[in-house]
């Protein structure tokens, strides 16, 4: 199972289920994630990120966002 990291609560899985908050992504990336998938037979969920934010340092250089999920393992790709 991959996992993608977009930006709260909503997620949508590879076979176009929309979990969580009811809500789905569509788009360029999406398309291409999904033949992609199909292609190479994995499976993917796309959730937005708990804070919302792509990811910037903090005055402490301590990174959030999409950066923060990536650094803390919990999220494979952004």
Known sequence: ????ALGE???LTSGGEVGDGG????GFCVD???EIASIVGFRYTIRV?????YGAPNKRKEWNGMVRQ???EVKEIA
Do not use: C, T
């Open 23 to 26: 809500v789905g992504f569509e």
């Open 70 to 72: 990536l650094i803390d």
């Open 49 to 53: 990120v708990p804070d919302g934010k």
């Open 9 to 11: 609560n909503e997620a």
């Open 1 to 4: 199972m991959m996992r993608k």
């Open 32 to 34: 291409v994630l999904h």
